[in-house]
């Protein structure tokens, strides 16, 4: 959509730099939330010196800027910089690296292709939750966000690589990703520093990244070199691009295995390492989803085909996801001249969609900042239809959505229900958890757990 002289235009709500920095200084997450909901969602114009964002929460902005303009707003500019570091050129980017890596990754993450992982994956999952006996025998304590990424890496490498890969090796992999994740923090509130300055976090980043590509690239070779036709993801991705380009480029297909990785580890961990304090401050929430798991799974082993009976835990975690999204920010840049809302933004200019402000609009959500997983059930289907369809996006939405959706909505499940069947976490730190930015957002404070067995 371009600019017209005669079109009548609408001023955004602009922060002005005293009022900004500071906030965004001391909690970014929460403080860009609510610049958000103070606005109503009306477009807000952040004024941080040389670099003024517009943020954009209304779901009418988000599905324009996400779905029916988004060849407009590119993954672009200073924000994607860091990441591009990391994760190179793939589902991540933009342009026919992006359609080519989309194409190609697409088929192996369908509910169907997730769903032939499900055996595997949960055979993984148990056997790292049965390590943690020794914890409940002798009443350490766990920091649950540790636990949770190792749980989740030791799945995700499953899928990724199959046997290929030795456990010592995939418990290097979690750290270097999660140091990347973290150090880029800096860059990310601070994008407009040029890269010939080095900042906070500068050093660790490059190190991970050379770290995972020791890693990585190896398995890659020997991938290539066994073509065994098994289903792990690396298999079946060096032999879709054989079949597309003829040949399978270590750095492409690293750079696909890396986003995807990248994805799909950093959001289930993340999402529930908040788990465990939401349940404490829930106890109501936490009586009904012991009781779901204990009629559901009894004394057996969770299995794949459990996880489509556990019905209010996916209302939890469909709750879980609206308060505490991994994706804070979902950063753009326009290519042209265009407007959001009657707001003139012209080319070049970047902005900012917030997933954290749009769940919490109280236009759109009752009670938003309570967390209250029967907004989900079934019986009020009904008000979910009425809801706007980009009031809730917590994979992202349009050409961009996360290809991971089908692979959370099993790995989750299949960690929760595992844990709970087996111990009964109780939080030893309850306090108000921080949100810290960065490729996602994860608490500032740990969260340990103490875990105390079901049965004797």
Known sequence: MSL???????????????????????????????????????????????????????????????????????????????????????????????ASSRKILQPLFTARYTASLGEDMADIIAECIQELD????????????????????????????????TREASERLAPEFATCATSIGFRLLFPFVPYSVKVPGDRAFLAAVKKIDEIVYPLIEQARQEDTGSKEVVSALIRARIEQDGEADLRQVRDDLVSIYGAASETTAM??????SVLHEHPDVNARLREEIDEVVGEGPVRPEHVAK??????????????????????????????????????????????????????????????????????????AERRHRYSYFPFGAGPHVCLGQHLFYLEAPLVIANLLSRYRPVLTNPKRLTPVPGASVRPKEKVMLRLEPVRG
């Open 4 to 98: 017209d002289a005669g079109t009548a235009v609408t001023m955004p709500r602009v922060l002005p730099f005293h009022r900004a920095l500071p906030r965004l200084v001391r909690d970014p997450v929460t403080e860009l939330s609510k610049m958000g909901t103070e606005a109503g969602g009306q477009v807000v114009r952040i004024d941080l010196g040389p670099f003024r964002p517009y943020l954009v929460s209304h779901p009418d902005h988000v599905q324009q800027v996400l779905k029916t303009d988004w060849t407009n707003f590119v993954r672009e500019g200073m924000f994607w910089r860091p990441l591009r570091r990391v994760v190179g050129h793939s589902i991540l980017g933009e342009g026919e690296g992006w």
């Open 310 to 383: 556990l019905r209010y835990l996916r209302m939890v975690l469909q709750e879980l996801l609206r308060l505490y999204p991994s994706g804070w920010i979902i950063p753009r840049q326009t290519v042209a001249d265009t407007e959001i809302g009657g707001v003139p933004i012209r080319a070049g200019s970047q902005v900012l969609v917030s997933p954290y402000a749009t769940h919490r609009l109280g236009e759109f959500w009752e009670r938003p900042l309570e967390f209250d997983p029967e907004r989900w059930a079934p019986e009020k289907a009904e008000n």
């Open 271 to 276: 999402s529930l390492t908040w788990l465990w």
């Open 134 to 165: 020794d914890y409940a025998r002798t009443g350490r304590l766990v920091d649950g966000g540790y636990q949770m990424t190792t749980i989740v890496n030791q799945a995700v490498i499953k899928v990724l690589f199959g046997g290929r890969i």
